[in-house]
């Protein structure tokens, strides 16, 4: 039972995510994107969230 809490924990945090990152993030470069390419995005960031957010800040 744990595990699957951790695992819906993983994925709240990872659509809370997914939100900010692609509609309320301020990035110039993707201002210009289409809706469809944002939800597009959403089930990527869902699930790698954590990559993201290491590629986002270290660079």
Not at 17 to 36: M, R, V
């Amino acid at each position: 039972m744990l595990i699957i809490h951790i695992f819906y924990a993983y994925l709240v945090i990872g659509f809370l995510f997914a939100i900010w990152f692609t509609f309320l993030k301020k990035n110039h470069s993707a201002e210009k994107d289409p809706i469809g390419f944002k939800l597009i995005i959403i089930p990527g960031c869902l699930i790698l969230w954590p990559i993201v957010i290491i590629k986002t800040y270290v660079s």
